[in-house]
């Protein structure tokens, strides 16, 4: 029988969160228990994960003791409180967010590029991953950096909405649906009009 791990999602309600619970069902990862994590406000609703629904708990009052790894989607600001306590709880984390990306004792990793780095996690228990752009851009640049040395790159990226979460893709439809139909639009998300538009920020 093979080893399974128990595993909670922390942000689960949101767009990454949800698509982490599909590909851990997707390809069939060694899960024992799931639990789905989220604010105290999203407690109590339902998330889907196979053919089966979990209900979501309050993170603030979960005992990660009771998990082997954390997957951390939720925003920097919480990754900032609840990594650590999870770490330190003797959860192995796993953080989405730009929280941890430029402490020099936490391992950086993209698996295709550097997978031994992953091996660093002991020190505080937690792994980062770059930002998405970066990912897929290393990911391609690494066969071309190992054949020929890569000195210096210079990049230019396009973010999608979704990177902002549930909130701003729902104003992005809601905008250009109002602006389709003649009507006044509103910025609640972003700062000026995302709809037919590109924003300087991330």
């Known amino acids: 029988m093979s080893k399974k791990f128990d595993i909670a999602v922390v942000g689960a309600t949101g767009v990454v969160g ?7 069902h997707q390809r069939e990862f060694p899960v024992g228990d799931v639990y789905a994590l989220a604010s105290e406000r999203s407690a109590g609703k339902r998330v889907q994960f196979g053919d089966r629904y979990l209900v979501v708990q309050d993170l603030a009052e979960f005992d990660f ?3 082997q790894i954390g997957l951390f989607s939720a925003g920097a600001s919480v990754s900032r409180v609840y990594a650590p306590k999870a770490a330190e709880a003797g959860c192995v984390v796993i953080d989405n967010t730009s929280e941890f990306r430029y402490d020099d ?3 950086l990793v993209v698996p295709e590029v550097n997978p031994h780095a992953i ?3 002991k020190t505080r228990g937690i792994i980062a991953n770059p ?10 640049l690494k066969p071309i950096h190992d054949a020929v040395t890569i000195e210096r790159i210079n990049v230019a990226t396009y973010q999608a909405v979704s990177g902002t979460g549930k909130n701003a893709v729902e104003e992005l439809s809601m905008q250009s649906a109002a602006l389709m139909n003649g ?4 910025c609640k998300v ?11 920020q991330i």
């Open 18 to 24: 949800e698509t982490m619970l599909e590909i851990l």
């Open 190 to 200: 972003y700062p000026k009009r995302i709809a037919f538009n590109v924003l300087p």
């Open 183 to 186: 009507r006044e639009i509103e």
């Open 105 to 107: 004792d936490i391992p």
């Open 119 to 121: 091996a660093d996690y």
């Open 65 to 67: 003791s009771k998990v």
């Open 131 to 140: 930002n998405c752009s970066t990912i897929q851009m290393l990911v391609a």
